[in-house]
C-alpha cells in the first residue's frame, strides 16, 4: 500500500500562491500516480491535477488551468502543487490520492487518500 499525506495548507489573500505537498511512504517502489482533489463545502469533490509515476503525463482541470501546476520530486516521494493567483472560488480541502498504475495517462479510480489539507482564499 501506499500511504500519502498532504502539507501547505493555509490561509491566504486572494492573488496569493500556496504549494501543497504530499508525502508518500509504503510500497512506493512501484508505480504509482498521484492526483490532488478538492472538495469546497456544499459542493462535489472535484479532480484538480494529476502526474504519472515519470512525471511525463500531467493533467490539469480545465478550472485551474494556467494557475495550477503539479510537479514531483521522485526521489523525495513528493508531489507538489504550485497554486498561484488564488481566489475565494479555489478554497476548499485538498485532498492527495494515489493508485499503482503503469503509463502516463489519468487512471480512472484512486485507492489512497490522504486527510486532506485546508485552503481558505479570503477576498
Known amino acids: 500500500q501506499v500511504q500519502v499525506v498532504e502539507s501547505g495548507g493555509g490561509l491566504v489573500q486572494a492573488g496569493a500562491s500556496l504549494r501543497l505537498s504530499c508525502a508518500a511512504s509504503?510500497?512506493?517502489?512501484?508505480?504509482?500516480?498521484t492526483g490532488w482533489f478538492r472538495q469546497a463545502p456544499g459542493k462535489e469533490r472535484e479532480f484538480v491535477a494529476g502526474?504519472?509515476?515519470?512525471?511525463?503525463?500531467?493533467v490539469i482541470a480545465n478550472s485551474v488551468t494556467g494557475r495550477f501546476t503539479i510537479s514531483k520530486d521522485n526521489a523525495k516521494n513528493t508531489v507538489h502543487l504550485q497554486m498561484s493567483s488564488l481566489k475565494p472560488e479555489d478554497t476548499a480541502v485538498y485532498y492527495c490520492?494515489?493508485?499503482?498504475?503503469?503509463?502516463?495517462?489519468?487512471?480512472?479510480?484512486?485507492?489512497?487518500w490522504g486527510q486532506g489539507t485546508q485552503v481558505i482564499v479570503s477576498s
Open positions: 490520492a494515489a493508485t499503482y498504475w503503469i503509463g502516463d495517462s489519468r487512471p480512472f479510480k484512486f485507492d489512497y
Open positions: 509504503g510500497r512506493t517502489a512501484r508505480s504509482y500516480y
Open positions: 502526474i504519472s509515476w515519470s512525471g511525463g503525463g500531467t
